[in-house]
């Protein structure tokens, strides 16, 4: 079992370009979230998902938009990034008891 | 809401003990602790899911006052690998998390 994916590992954006990162998970499991996580801030909730076709925004979402066509992917997308939206990505799903299993991570860099 | 954790860093030398301290300001239906190593993802420690209830996870224990909204994380003999920053998280309800800001653990041989 690979567990949770994502990709890229490492992003390099200008000002106002857009992107997709992609995550994947292998375990089955209904909800899948993504994070951001800035020095000093812990992590963030961006958006989430509770199955597949469904999505709802968690306490970050603005800027940010996501889509959940399969139950093992989630899909976070940046339409036209700003500086502010440089941080580390983490994606995670979790199992009923909500204990999380989390992805390696995407360095975003927005110059 | 944001759970605030205390301290914010520790620095311990091996074999002592430590106490990570979270709280919330709104009703907790359960408290999870994560620890992170630098470069690395969160990973999962435990679920506190019942008021008052203690649990362990080699020589990392945590307990759960639902009264006072709080979780303590109780690292005993503390060890070398147990460096890293610990996060809880608070479900607030709908399977949502909402993280601390972190307590970065430093272990000196």
């Known amino acids: 079992n690979a567990g949770v994916t994502q990709t890229p590992k490492f992003r390099v954006l200008k000002t106002g370009q857009s992107m997709t990162l992609l995550c994947a998970q292998d375990?089955?499991?209904?909800?899948m979230y993504w994070y951001r996580q800035d020095p000093g801030m812990g992590l963030r909730l961006i958006h989430y998902?509770?199955?597949?076709?469904?999505?709802a925004k968690g306490e970050v979402p603005d800027g940010y938009n996501v889509s959940r066509l399969k139950k093992q992917n989630f899909l976070l997308g940046l339409e036209s990034a700003a500086p502010s939206q440089t941080s580390v990505y983490f994606c995670?799903?979790?199992?009923?008891?909500?204990?999380?299993?989390f992805g390696p991570g995407t360095r975003l860099t927005v110059l | 809401q944001q759970p605030v954790q205390s301290p914010q860093a520790v620095i311990l030398r091996e074999g002592e003990d430590a106490v990570i301290n979270c709280s919330s300001s709104?009703?907790?239906?359960?408290v999870h602790w994560y620890r992170q190593k630098h470069g690395e993802a969160p990973v999962f420690l435990m679920i506190?899911?019942?008021?008052?209830e203690q649990k362990g996870h080699e020589k990392i224990s945590a307990s759960f006052n639902e009264k006072k909204q709080q979780s303590s994380l109780y690292l005993t003999a503390s060890q070398l690998s147990y460096s890293g920053t610990y996060f809880c998280?608070?479900?607030?309800?709908?399977?949502?998390?909402?993280f601390g800001q972190g307590t970065r653990l430093t272990i000196n041989p």
């Open positions: 995670a799903s979790s199992n009923p008891l909500n204990e999380q299993f």
């Open positions: 375990m089955n499991h209904e909800y």
């Open positions: 998902s509770v199955g597949e076709g469904t999505t």
């Open positions: 709104k009703a907790l239906y359960s």
């Open positions: 506190l899911l019942k008021g008052g």
């Open positions: 998280g608070t479900d607030q309800g709908a399977q949502k998390l909402v």
